[in-house]
């Protein structure tokens, strides 16, 4: 897309003197794309010259910041298209890109004119200008999602969104000096990504170059003067290795097509950067590109190399064997030239060559045999997958854009199954990201993992190399920590969604157990059902408290929004009116037999809850305390021990969101405790402390030394996993026989 400048901004008389030579300037620059469409039938260069009629027509009058006519962009975006040789559809949907949004014209007039499939890849590249966004992250979030969704569909939207960017960068300097900034760090952060991703290395380095340029102006120019200047000192020795290598090459019988190649600006800058470098230490500006017959003459092409120079080590890289997630592949190699320079070179195939530059685009380029069908859905297209399934299960625009930013950049480390399939992951990824990489349900069912046969945490980074062995039980669900570690967006998305859909349920479950219990209070034996007899029952309730459904009432009064107490009169009332009343026997029975502080009866806990019960951090209950519920706004039900200082100041201010709990009588996990040991300090003695919870069968989970100088008396703060209160009382006796301990008690929090 583009700006447009309307007509009605340029006076009329220089419109009307313009308006021969802008006719011409079109004309010559449609002429220029009817060159490049030889590979097309007539019939498609007829489609192709309609299309530009009707753009030609609906940009009539609009003028670029360069004074040019509107259309030539356009039709740039076109030409950028034949360089992939895009079909006919594409180059259509190139030239109309604009029409839709900026002149009224309909998806129906596309439709009809020019068929349903250019129409809906014009739709597919509409910008988003007419929606309203509240932050700019939002904005690019919700933008970058629409262009995966199209791309999805038709790996061609993206090619046309990409020359469209392409032509933008390259007429910046028409553009107000106010919008460099945010158009190149939009291009730099977004689109130049996507191209490499895609394998469209060309667009790629071009895209970083022009964002450079506009970004960082001053940089730009400083360096452009002194790699000029560098080239033209080491012109000799570039035509020298050139030389060398060409010899070489033909002394061993190999056809070889040899190129000087130069690191683009925004790549030295950036190793600049990185490194903390001068530019007079940037070795490896140059380098050359090596197009051999076969796959087996890149190996021999390398030995000839080392054979010649001195390899630098560390620096080859096989992505032959290995390729990049993009697809590209190339042999890497840094040797030290004459003079001592380094000089790079990448030694590949024609047909690697043509991925390497193109991407996603060689499914065009590239079509000799059958086995090129499969280019698109080898290059990119898992990738792009995988930002689709996040974005089915996000609905916020900075959550998504959240999850997609780590997966743009594409360093990556590559590792092995047990069964020795390749996997690329994001450089930092772990266990977790890899078993999320094989498949959601494996990710959600991880217990443990070995890596190189060695059990190792589920956190543990993976490197090049490595073999991955997931282990996984069907009782396993996420864990909400797992959240601080992974790397991937796919990691991230699945255990997000799967820990909001968990809550949401045992949510609504609670709700109902609550507001079932609130009922019995007011004399209602059960729940009304949720059928065709209670449906106009539920429909005035609903509307009464503003939820949207049965469910969504349910889960806010098991978040504790509403006061289960509350919703129960008013669903009494509307019982009334349906000729349904109160049984005053339940009535007073459960009024009598209830806590006189508590508004509603008792929740039974087993410890098996998840989001919807917390069991309070500052006084730690275990089975066997007495214990009350907070219901608190949003937070679920939070369970404290009776005589929790914390609990008696909520009580005092929120007596109605109090309600009574009491433990299962089998709880299904062991529950934390914290005792406060004082000890006489010496030698041996936390090993000691140690062995005392070992014999009394009490994991410790947590030891806190404090930051004190050590004195004779140390205090140290435990939190240890125990069944019950018995269990407990158990592990302080243990500990008050053990030699060196002083004083042995469970902590509450101060009042």
Request: neutral net charge.
């Amino acid at each position: 897309m583009s700006a447009v400048i309307p007509p009605t901004t340029t006076p009329s008389s220089v419109r009307l003197g313009a308006e021969p030579a802008a006719a011409t300037a079109a004309a010559a620059s449609f002429a220029a794309l009817v060159e490049r469409l030889d590979y097309l039938s007539a019939a498609d260069i007829e489609r192709v010259r309609q299309a530009y009629r009707f753009a030609d027509e609906a940009h009539l009058g609009q003028l670029r910041h360069s004074g040019e006519p509107y259309i030539t962009h356009p039709i740039a975006v076109a030409v950028r298209c034949t360089e992939w040789k895009l079909d006919a559809q594409a180059l259509m949907a190139a030239l109309l890109h604009d029409a839709m949004e900026d002149c009224g014209i309909d998806k129906a007039d596309l439709v009809e004119r020019f068929g349903a499939q250019v129409a809906e890849l014009v739709d597919g590249l509409i910008k988003l200008d007419k929606l309203q966004f509240t932050t700019r992250e939002e904005s690019q979030a919700e933008s970058f999602r629409k262009m995966l969704l199209a791309m999805a569909r038709d790996v061609r939207v993206i090619l046309i969104k990409l020359a469209d960017r392409t032509h933008n960068m390259r007429t910046m300097g028409d553009m107000p000096r106010s919008k460099w900034a945010r158009i190149s760090a939009e291009t730099l952060e977004i689109y130049a990504p996507i191209a490499h991703r895609l394998g469209l290395n060309k667009t790629y380095r071009e895209l970083q170059d022009l964002s450079f340029r506009y970004l960082h102006p001053w940089r730009y120019a400083v360096l452009s003067k002194a790699v000029a200047r560098a080239r033209s000192r080491r012109r000799d020795l570039i035509a020298k290795v050139q030389s060398d290598v060409d010899k070489a090459f033909a002394d061993i019988g190999m056809p070889v097509r040899l190129k000087g190649r130069e690191k683009t600006l925004y790549s030295i800058y950036r190793k600049m950067e990185e490194k903390h470098l001068s530019f007079a230490q940037v070795t490896d500006i140059y380098g050359f590109r090596i197009i051999v017959p076969n796959v087996i003459d890149c190996y021999t092409g390398l030995g000839v190399l080392h054979q010649m120079y001195k390899p630098v080590p560390g620096k080859f890289k096989d992505y032959i064997a290995i390729a990049k997630v993009n697809g590209y592949q190339s042999l890497h190699t840094t040797v030290v030239g004459p003079s001592g320079v380094n000089v790079e070179f990448q030694l590949r195939t024609q047909a690697m060559h043509v991925v390497a530059e193109s991407g996603v685009a060689a499914h065009w380029l590239y079509k000799t045999t059958d086995a090129d069908s499969t280019t698109e859905k080898r290059l990119g297209t898992q990738w792009l997958q995988s930002l689709l399934d996040i974005q089915d299960e996000t609905r916020d625009a900075a959550e998504f854009w959240d999850h997609v930013k780590v997966d743009l950049f594409p360093d990556a480390v590559y590792v092995f199954t047990p069964k020795g399939q390749i996997m690329a992951l994001p450089r930092g990824a772990t266990v977790v990201d890899f078993a999320y990489a094989i498949h959601s349900n494996v990710g959600d069912h991880t217990v443990a993992a070995k890596i190189n046969g060695e059990q190792v945490p589920l956190r543990s980074e993976l490197h090049n190399g490595d073999v991955v062995e997931v282990i996984t039980a069907p009782v396993s669900s996420p864990n909400p920590a797992w959240l601080g570690f992974v790397r991937t967006g796919r990691a991230r998305s699945k255990i997000r969604h799967h820990l909001k859909t968990l809550a949401a349920t045992e949510a609504e479950q609670l709700g109902e157990k609550l507001l079932a219990q609130a009922l019995r209070a007011e004399g209602v034996e059960r729940l009304p059902a949720d059928d065709e007899v209670h449906q106009a029952l539920w429909d005035k309730l609903i509307r009464f408290t503003g939820n949207r459904s049965r469910a969504d009432l349910m889960s806010d009064v098991g978040l504790g929004k509403r006061v289960a107490s509350i919703v129960a009169k008013r669903l009494v009332a509307l019982l009334a009116e349906m000729g349904e009343k109160p049984d005053a026997l339940l009535m007073s029975r459960e009024r009598f037999t209830a806590h006189e502080s508590v508004s509603q009866g008792a929740v039974t806990v087993d410890g098996s809850e998840n989001a919807s019960v917390q069991y309070a951090h500052c006084c730690r209950p275990v089975p066997g305390d007495a214990i009350v519920g907070y219901l608190g706004r949003g937070e679920g039900l939070v369970v404290h021990r009776s005589e929790c200082p914390v609990a008696q100041r909520l009580r005092h201010k929120d007596a109605e969101r109090f309600i009574a709990v009491e433990w299962s009588e089998e709880p299904t996990r062991a529950f934390d405790a914290e005792l406060l040991v004082t000890v006489v300090n010496g030698k041996g003695v936390l090993a000691r402390v140690a062995s005392a919870f070992a014999a009394a069968e009490a994991d410790i989970t947590h030891i806190d030394m404090g930051e004190d100088v050590a004195s004779d008396a140390t205090d140290l703060r435990f939190l240890v996993a125990v069944r019950d209160t018995t269990h407990l009382d158990a592990v302080i006796r243990g500990l008050k026989r053990t030699q060196s301990v002083i004083h042995v008690q469970r902590t509450l929090p101060s009042s």
